[in-house]
Each structure stands twice: as C-alpha cells, then as structure tokens.
C-alpha cells in the first residue's frame, strides 16, 4: 500500500466487523440500511468536488465499495485484481459502482481527493466514481464497520446484499481464487431475475475511523 508504516498501522486495526452503529454515531438505528428494505438517501463529493447523489442512478444497480488505502484486507483485493475486475466486469454490464472513503480528517485511511486520484491511478481501478464521507453521514447509513464493506441495490432502490466481499476473511491474495464472492453472487442473481442467496454478512476487515468516535 502507499507505505509500510500504513500498512502496518491498518494491520493493527484490522478486525471482522459488521456490529450496528452505537451512541457514538449521529444516525439513528431507524434509519440505518437493512437487506430488503429501501436504500437510504445519500449524497456525497467526489473526488472531482462534484456532489453525488444516490437518487441521480434511480433505476439502477449500484454497487457501494468502503475502501482503505492502507489496509491489507482491500490490499489483499486490489493487489490481486479482484477488485479492479469486478468493477470492469459490472460496470460495462451498466451497474454503478461508488468507492467510498468514510475515515476522518487525521483518522488511518482517509484520503484527500488528490490522494484517492493516485490510489485508483496506481491500483488502476475502474469505479464510476470515489466518494468521500470525513463526516462519516455515509458509512453510517450503511452501517460500514470494516473495509472492504460491501452493499448491493437493486434497481428497485433496496438493500439486495450489505456485508463482506466474500467468505475468506484473510490477507492472502491466493484465498481470492476459491473464495465465494457475495457481491457477484448478487449481481449474477440480479441479472438474471432470481433472488438473492446470501443477503447479509458480517464484514471483515480493518475498522473505519469515523468522526469522533
């Protein structure tokens, strides 16, 4: 990842996480996502200073992808391609995809736009877009714990699946190749019309640094 001294400052808070948000939070548990229910509201900058809003893709499957640039559990996807492949294989198909940055100012894994530009550059990543949540309103709302944490809405506006990536939680790139990929799972079943398996998992990963928390 971008150093050493980051890597290993993720290692040591590297967790499997997936709990709900607590008192520390500003969200109230009501209104926090839920497999089946309607995806709630959101918007956010990108990395280009653009607002970005859930509602602009209405009526299409979206991808959210919590990411951390120091943390070995995203290294462990992005090191391997996995990451990057599933946003070309998906995106193309015309599913969006939204990388979210939900650590804060001063926090292990936040980053500046021009610090997000360089890791899709040096990861060469292909999300629609990055967007960034120092406040943490975001990940809050999707009750993101740990990164990678996942989400998957359908085209209906609901929470289709929310959780881990897949069914290894560890940092070995070899444990990508025999994995079951749950966010593929949805999407493959998406596609064809069939319901989703696998709706909710805990996230495994290292811990988002939200806003005074």
Not at 32 to 42: D, H, L, Y
Not at 84 to 89: D, E, I, R, W, Y
Not at 97 to 111: C, F, K, N
């Given at each position: 990842m971008r150093t050493l001294g980051r890597f290993l400052a993720a290692a040591a808070f590297?967790?499997?996480?997936?709990?709900?948000?607590?008192?520390?939070?500003?969200?109230?548990?009501?209104t926090?996502?839920?497999?089946?229910?309607?995806?709630?509201?959101?918007s956010a900058p990108d990395i280009a200073g653009k607002t970005i809003r859930l509602g602009d893709y209405a009526g299409k499957i979206v991808v959210l992808e919590w990411t951390n640039d120091g943390c070995p559990f995203v290294g462990k996807h992005y090191d391997s391609g996995n990451m990057?492949?599933?946003?070309?294989?998906y995106?193309?198909?015309g599913v969006v995809?939204?990388?979210?940055?939900?650590?804060?100012?001063?926090?292990?894994?936040?980053?500046t736009p021009a610090e997000a530009k360089s890791d899709l550059a040096r990861w060469h990543?292909?999300?629609?877009?990055?967007?960034l949540d120092p406040e943490g309103m975001v990940g809050r709302l999707y009750d993101a714990r740990a990164t990678p944490h996942m989400v998957v809405i359908d085209r209906s506006g609901r929470v289709a699946y929310m959780g881990a990536i897949d069914d290894k939680p560890s940092t070995?790139?070899?444990?990508?190749?025999?994995?079951?990929n749950y966010v593929a799972a949805a999407l493959d079943a998406i596609a064809a019309g069939q319901p989703v398996a696998v709706t909710s998992t805990r996230a495994y990963g290292c811990s988002i640094k939200y806003k005074d928390e």
């Open positions: 590297a967790a499997v996480a997936g709990f709900a948000v607590d008192r520390a939070t500003a969200v109230p548990s009501a926090i996502a839920k497999p089946g229910e309607r995806a709630p509201s959101f990057q492949a599933l946003q070309q294989k995106t193309t198909t995809w939204l990388t979210v940055a939900s650590s804060a100012p001063g926090e292990q894994g936040y980053v990543a292909a999300p629609t877009d990055f967007l070995r790139l070899a444990d990508v190749r025999t994995a079951h």
